[in-house]
């Protein structure tokens, strides 16, 4: 099983002590040595051994089982009598890993009354949207959604099923994966096809501190939760056509074991999800009292952002915990992402860090959110931000 | 009542630091640590027994030193514990480590498995309801409340979703991942700490859980981790001290409407 070292071959180069993430590999006399209960199998070490005296054993690869995987599926989410922004992310991102392959985008569209967005999905670039409309699919469940997803991959033998990392899915997809006997990657933020045509899933792990990139290579389909937000849709072609087919999955109320009895908003009204958002507004510490909200609710408001927390805010009941950024909070990747007093814990960044610009006003100049910061402004909050809402107010007056 | 509460060992992911030389993951001197969504699980589990009478059996597969996790968990009010330890069981992925816990859960008795709803290593969230579709039991996924109905059969939830919360019913056995805002753990006290060393700990190898080998570990695992690399750098930002805020506030805008950002 596992690590196969061959030490008579091994030149003491010392190259994969340094490739190590891990701290599994010391030096051992002229050579090395392997502490496998630190290993974790992840091959990088394998991979610049110049003397190949590592070798990871590993499954092997049933190819004709695998070709008869075909088409990239997209788990859409509809929500509210809309879709879910990442849905359509991910039929854009869908389209070129399919392009890729030579093969087709399929949108999953399961619930109750929802066949009015199957042609938004097609107009998005995927080729057919199977619908499974049923009311008994109005709420989500685990296992009539399970159900509905495990019906429809059994028999069609997709070769990537994508979900968005969101709550639903995050606690669809593992269940599916289960029970089907698949390999699953979470909330990721690239993916790639290589050379032998399999999904290349990159995922940040460690708080960010490090990216993974996964493969699945023994099983079909390849599945992964994405990140909302990551991939950006492209613009929709209202002439683009495809497919659209109905079916019908039988699922009886007996199967659904757990019974939503209540839901609760706890967005208020005029509040934007900070997930779906395009700019988020996330105050820390330094905005100092719950009054002081008003300002970045204010910059919010103008840009039509998100107002977000991060963690000691929450806690403290200034925000709603949806609102609350972070690891143990949203993680959001927004175009546009301040952030207002907030010091930059490595718990905050894990949820914020993959943001396409970040903006980070803060009196400490040591804080570390300026390692990440697009755009830095040492300084009193109080004194820049009303400034900043002027400055836009202006800007904005004059479009 | 029977609960199970699984925990992971976990290094204190915001002490560990990365090499800016080689890129890698400096993790000497990182303390080890329960995972802190698992320690609400141990905390809730201890909470229902205080109040519904029972035993909680709390579980962990990891290396030896993972042991630590597992006296804190017995210290803080668990009855007994569960070591997975086996070189066999080294690089699972998500898929394998719920094999090889519901392959140990099946042969216990139990009315409620929690676990934390991720851990802060790998940030996954797929252990739980893997294990709960393995056990063929409903789930119910970032509990931030629960109580158990008055007939003692079902537990009522709060789950979190992406708007708030939703209240769900569901009997048991079920499986719960707990989130922030369950409760406040307890910190163990000299007592716990000296009653945990004389609590019942067993030791689970592959050839005592009864699995073939090659479903179990790296072999097993359906997933693979072709490779590790850091975070690609941010250009370098712009930093500016903001003397005169009105010249610095048109800077910054003047940079936003460059980048197209609203």
Same mark, same amino acid.
């Given at each position: 099983?596992?690590?196969?070292f061959?030490?008579?071959?091994?030149?003491?180069?010392?190259?994969?002590p340094?490739?190590?993430?891990?701290?599994?590999?010391?030096?051992?006399?002229?050579k090395?040595?392997?502490?496998?209960?630190?290993?974790?199998?992840?091959?990088?070490?394998?991979?610049v051994?110049?003397?190949?005296a590592?070798?990871?054993?590993?499954?092997?690869?049933?190819?004709?089982?695998?070709?008869?995987?075909?088409?990239?599926?997209?788990?859409?989410?509809? !929500?509210?009598?809309?879709?879910?922004?990442?849905?359509?992310?991910?039929?854009?991102k869908?389209?070129?890993?399919?392009?890729?392959?030579?093969?087709?985008?399929?949108?999953?569209?399961?619930? !109750?009354?929802?066949?009015?967005?199957?042609?938004?999905?097609?107009?998005?670039?995927?080729?057919?949207?199977?619908?499974?409309?049923?009311?008994?699919?109005?709420?989500?469940?685990?296992?009539?959604?399970?159900?509905?997803?495990?019906?429809?991959?059994?028999?069609?033998?997709?070769?990537?099923?994508?979900?968005?990392?969101?709550?639903?899915?995050?606690?669809?997809?593992?269940? *599916?994966?289960?029970?089907l @006997?698949?390999?699953l990657?979470?909330?990721?933020?690239?993916?790639?096809?290589?050379?032998?045509?399999?999904?290349?899933?990159?995922?940040?792990?460690?708080g960010?501190?490090?990216?993974?990139?996964?493969?699945?290579p023994?099983?079909?389909?390849?599945?992964?939760?994405?990140?909302?937000?990551?991939?950006?849709?492209?613009?929709?072609?209202?002439?683009?056509?495809?497919?659209?087919?109905?079916?019908?999955?039988?699922?009886?109320?007996?199967?659904?074991?757990?019974?939503?009895?209540?839901? *609760?908003?706890?967005?208020?009204?005029?509040?934007?999800?900070?997930?779906?958002?395009?700019?988020?507004?996330?105050?820390?510490?330094?905005?100092?009292?719950?009054?002081?909200?008003?300002?970045?609710?204010?910059?919010?408001k103008?840009?039509?952002?998100?107002?977000?927390?991060?963690?000691?805010?929450?806690?403290?009941?200034?925000?709603?915990p949806?609102? @609350?950024?972070?690891?143990?909070?949203?993680?959001?990747?927004?175009?546009?992402y301040?952030?207002?007093?907030?010091?930059?814990?490595?718990?905050?960044?894990?949820?914020?860090?993959?943001?396409?610009?970040?903006?980070?006003?803060?009196?400490?100049?040591?804080?570390?959110?300026?390692?990440?910061?697009?755009?830095?402004?040492?300084?009193?909050?109080?004194?820049?931000?009303?400034?900043?809402?002027?400055?836009?107010?202006?800007?904005?007056?004059?479009? | 009542?029977?609960i199970?509460?699984?925990?992971k060992?976990?290094?204190?992911?915001?002490?560990?630091?990365?090499?800016?030389?080689?890129?890698t993951?400096?993790?000497?001197?990182?303390?080890?640590?329960?995972?802190?969504?698992?320690?609400?699980?141990?905390?809730?589990?201890?909470?229902?027994?205080?109040?519904?009478?029972?035993?909680v059996?709390?579980?962990?597969?990891?290396?030896?030193?993972?042991?630590?996790?597992?006296?804190?968990?017995?210290?803080?009010?668990?009855?007994?514990?569960?070591?997975?330890?086996?070189?066999?069981?080294?690089?699972?992925?998500?898929?394998?480590?719920?094999?090889?816990?519901?392959? @140990?859960?099946?042969?216990?008795?139990?009315?409620?498995?929690i676990?934390?709803?991720?851990?802060?290593?790998?940030?996954?969230?797929?252990?739980?309801?893997?294990?709960?579709?393995?056990?063929?039991?409903?789930?119910?996924?970032?509990v931030?409340?629960?109580?158990?109905?008055?007939?003692?059969?079902?537990?009522?939830?709060?789950?979190?979703?992406?708007?708030?919360?939703?209240?769900?019913?569901?009997?048991?056995?079920?499986?719960?991942?707990?989130?922030?805002?369950?409760?406040?753990?307890?910190?163990?006290?000299?007592m716990?700490?000296?009653?945990a060393?004389?609590?019942?700990?067993?030791?689970?190898?592959?050839?005592?859980l009864?699995?073939?080998?090659?479903?179990?570990?790296?072999?097993?695992?359906?997933?693979?981790?072709?490779?590790?690399?850091?975070?690609?750098?941010?250009?370098?930002?712009?930093?500016?001290?903001?003397?005169?805020?009105?010249?610095?506030?048109?800077?910054?805008?003047?940079?936003?409407?460059?980048?197209?950002?609203?």
């Amino acid at each position: 099983m596992g690590l196969i070292f061959d030490r008579d071959k091994c030149t003491g180069c010392m190259l994969c002590p340094k490739s190590c993430n891990f701290g599994a590999i010391e030096k051992d006399d002229d050579k090395v040595k392997f502490d496998l209960d630190k290993c974790v199998l992840c091959g990088s070490c394998e991979e610049v051994c110049p003397a190949d005296a590592i070798f990871i054993e590993r499954q092997i690869i049933d190819k004709e089982a695998i070709a008869q995987y075909k088409d990239v599926w997209i788990v859409c989410e509809p !929500h509210d009598g809309r879709l879910r922004s990442f849905s359509y992310e991910l039929v854009t991102k869908g389209r070129e890993l399919a392009d890729k392959l030579g093969e087709k985008v399929v949108a999953l569209l399961i619930g !109750h009354e929802v066949e009015g967005l199957a042609e938004s999905l097609i107009h998005q670039g995927a080729d057919k949207v199977l619908v499974v409309d049923d009311k008994i699919l109005a709420e989500y469940t685990t296992d009539a959604y399970t159900i509905a997803v495990v019906s429809l991959i059994t028999p069609r033998k997709p070769a990537i099923v994508l979900y968005g990392a969101t709550s639903n899915g995050r606690d669809l997809a593992p269940r *599916v994966a289960a029970r089907l @006997q698949l390999g699953l990657t979470a909330d990721c933020t690239g993916l790639d096809i290589d050379d032998e045509r399999q999904l290349v899933q990159t995922r940040p792990a460690f708080g960010g501190n490090i990216m993974a990139e996964i493969l699945c290579p023994y099983t079909r389909p390849q599945m992964a939760t994405v990140r909302p937000n990551v991939f950006k849709p492209t613009e929709r072609d209202t002439s683009r056509t495809g497919e659209i087919e109905k079916v019908e999955i039988k699922i009886s109320p007996v199967q659904i074991r757990t019974r939503v009895m209540e839901k *609760v908003s706890e967005i208020t009204e005029g509040m934007i999800s900070v997930e779906e958002a395009d700019i988020v507004v996330c105050s820390g510490r330094g905005i100092k009292e719950p009054a002081n909200l008003e300002l970045p609710r204010e910059l919010a408001k103008l840009l039509d952002a998100a107002v977000g927390g991060s963690r000691p805010i929450v806690d403290l009941g200034w925000l709603p915990p949806t609102q @609350q950024v972070g690891q143990s909070g949203r993680t959001v990747s927004p175009k546009l992402y301040f952030a207002l007093g907030i010091s930059g814990a490595i718990q905050h960044c894990a949820g914020m860090g993959t943001s396409e610009i970040i903006v980070a006003i803060n009196k400490d100049p040591d804080a570390p959110i300026f390692g990440i910061a697009d755009y830095g402004i040492v300084g009193d909050i109080f004194a820049i931000l009303p400034e900043i809402i002027a400055e836009i107010k202006r800007v904005q007056a004059e479009r | 009542m029977k609960i199970i509460v699984l925990v992971k060992q976990v290094p204190e992911v915001a002490d560990v630091k990365v090499n800016p030389e080689t890129g890698t993951l400096i993790r000497d001197g990182v303390p080890s640590i329960l995972n802190p969504f698992d320690e609400l699980a141990v905390e809730e589990a201890i909470r229902l027994k205080e109040k519904y009478e029972g035993e909680v059996t709390v579980i962990t597969m990891g290396p030896p030193q993972a042991v630590d996790v597992l006296y804190k968990a017995m210290a803080m009010g668990t009855d007994k514990a569960i070591h997975m330890t086996d070189r066999i069981f080294a690089g699972a992925d998500t898929w394998v480590t719920a094999l090889t816990l519901a392959e @140990q859960i099946k042969k216990m008795e139990y009315d409620i498995v929690i676990c934390g709803k991720q851990a802060i290593d790998g940030d996954t969230a797929q252990v739980g309801p893997e294990i709960a579709e393995i056990l063929r039991i409903p789930q119910i996924c970032y509990v931030r409340k629960l109580e158990i109905d008055d007939n003692g059969k079902h537990v009522i939830a709060h789950r979190e979703n992406d708007e708030g919360y939703e209240v769900i019913r569901a009997k048991m056995p079920v499986l719960l991942t707990a989130t922030k805002g369950l409760n406040e753990p307890r910190l163990p006290n000299i007592m716990g700490i000296m009653k945990a060393k004389k609590k019942p700990l067993e030791v689970v190898t592959a050839a005592t859980l009864g699995v073939e080998e090659d479903r179990l570990g790296l072999k097993g695992s359906p997933t693979t981790v072709r490779k590790v690399f850091p975070p690609p750098k941010k250009a370098g930002g712009i930093i500016v001290e903001a003397d005169d805020p009105k010249e610095v506030a048109k800077k910054l805008v003047e940079f936003l409407l460059q980048k197209g950002a609203f």
